[in-house]
């Protein structure tokens, strides 16, 4: 089985960039995708095959991904980007997602 | 604009069977385009995939839940259905259908929160 690790919790300021990681074994030649994820709502993409926004989605968020790692960049954080952030990845039609990242904005 | 909306019991009882509808509106399932995904999310939990329906019928389910998990598409509904059978308070979670599109979901329900429990 195909594992994607992110780290637990990341904190950010105000205005600042944030930076979520997703590591797994040469995700860099999959693509992966993001969602974001408040409590009692249902998942939203953010970004998909790597780096492309769907519409709607404000280009503070950007998307890369190179060797073993997807990296998320919230630039000029907002209170409202606070969220749980799942990486994903797909793979011989099996789907795996990360564990997810807390991001706090404070 | 496709909408997916899942339903089903909220409550069912260890060693039963989960079943849940996804209806989906604005698209169909039939379509060659997509392919239909459930997920789940056990409380203070991530995500986990469940399964995959393509349309040619073909099905793909996480290893994990595999022996005891059944995908089905009803193309008159225009439905997708969910079976987890043999539950324990394990499977309680917010149970999700989802739109796949090559490597992604772009399309979610609203999500449906089971609970296993006597």
């Known amino acids: 089985s195909y594992e994607l690790t992110q780290p637990p919790s990341v904190s950010v300021s105000p205005g600042q960039t944030a930076t979520l990681s997703c590591s797994g074994d040469n995700l860099g030649n999959k693509y992966a995708a993001w969602y974001q994820k408040k409590p009692g709502q249902s998942p939203v993409l953010i970004i998909h095959?790597?780096?492309k926004r769907p519409s709607g989605i404000p280009e503070r968020f950007s998307g890369s991904n190179s060797g073993n790692t997807a990296t998320l960049t919230i630039s000029g954080t907002q209170a409202m980007d606070e969220a749980d952030y799942y990486c994903?990845?797909?793979?011989?039609?099996?789907?795996?997602f990360g564990g997810g990242t807390k991001l706090t904005v404070l | 604009q496709v909408q997916l909306q899942e339903s089903g019991p909220g409550l069912v009882k260890p060693s039963g069977t989960l079943s849940l509808s996804c209806t989906v509106s604005g698209g169909s399932v039939s379509t060659t385009t997509y392919y239909w995904v459930w997920i789940r999310q056990p409380p203070g939990r991530g995500l986990e995939w469940i399964g995959s329906?393509?349309?040619?019928?073909?099905?793909y389910y996480n290893p994990s839940l595999k022996s005891r998990v059944t995908i089905s598409r009803d193309t008159p509904g225009n439905q997708v259905s969910v079976k987890l059978s043999s539950v324990t308070a394990a499977d309680t979670a917010v149970y999700f259908c989802a739109r796949g599109y090559g490597s992604y979901l772009d399309k979610w329900g609203r999500g449906t929160l089971v609970t296993v429990s006597s």
């Open positions: 994903q990845a797909w793979d011989n039609s099996n789907i795996f």
């Open positions: 095959q790597d780096t």
């Open positions: 329906i393509y349309d040619s019928e073909s099905t």
